[in-house]
């Protein structure tokens, strides 16, 4: 079974400012992992993943996350964010098997822009 | 370019009336997911179908069902609307050939319920 641990619920940041979003999971077999986002009263858009390859991934409007396998961490990262950034994150791990998976998610994060 | 679309994005309905929400595809995804997702807490899988297979959750109560007449279509089917069950109802499709695990999600169907 898999499970992801978001260690902040809620994350309070200034504009321009740099933010990390913790993502952690558990695993025991490998997995490919997501970042989501979710604006108010909308559906989950996919920010980015990691399938394989570099542990460095970058995704849409500026955020990158790196994978740490010895960590089993997937944080995200945005060096500089906007008042548009405001939303929930849910950071998402799927197994490596054949057929229909099922998407595991964190308990999300909220991120709070302040100008 | 709508991928997957939910209706109504709104639904009003009173305790007990059943209700039906409606979610499409323009994917040719084979999966489709039904999550439910209740206020600042992460979506929750009711069920899934993989082609007609239907796979329901174990915790999934009784009131909820699900049909998927062909590939496009997936409706969810809430028999007798409790309180408990005012959320917004999400859909999902995924490709199970050459998999990447990358779910893509509708907008949404926000339930209250009176």
């Known amino acids: 079974a898999q499970s992801v641990t978001q260690l902040d619920s809620q994350v309070p940041v200034f504009e321009e400012a740099p933010v990390e979003l913790r993502c952690n999971y558990s695993s025991s077999v490998s997995v490919y992992l997501f970042w989501y986002v979710q604006y108010p009263n909308q559906g989950l858009q996919l920010l980015l993943k990691y399938l394989s390859g570099s542990t460095l991934v970058k995704g849409i409007n500026g955020f990158e996350a790196e994978f740490n396998k010895s960590q089993t961490s997937f944080h995200l990262r945005k060096p500089s964010v906007h008042i548009s950034d405001t939303a929930e994150y849910f950071c998402?791990?799927?197994?490596?098997?054949?057929?229909?998976?099922?998407?595991?998610f964190g308990q999300g994060t909220r991120l709070t822009i302040n100008p | 370019d709508a991928m997957v679309i939910q209706n109504p994005r709104y639904q009003v309905t009173q305790f007990g009336k059943p209700v039906t929400l409606s979610c499409s595809q323009t994917l040719n995804h084979n999966v489709m997911y039904w999550y439910q997702q209740k206020s600042s807490q992460a979506p929750k899988l009711l069920f899934h179908?993989?082609?007609?297979?239907?796979?329901n959750e174990a915790d999934t109560p009784d009131n909820f069902q699900s049909r998927r007449p062909n590939t496009s279509f997936c409706f969810l089917d809430i028999r007798s609307p409790g309180l408990g069950d005012a959320a917004m109802y999400l859909c999902?499709?995924?490709?199970?050939?050459?998999?990447?695990?990358?779910?893509?999600f509708g907008e949404g169907s926000r339930l209250t319920v009176l």
């Open positions: 998402a791990v799927i197994p490596l098997r054949a057929g229909a998976q099922k998407l595991v």
């Open positions: 179908y993989y082609d007609k297979d239907f796979n």
């Open positions: 999902a499709t995924s490709r199970v050939s050459g998999n990447t695990g990358e779910l893509f």
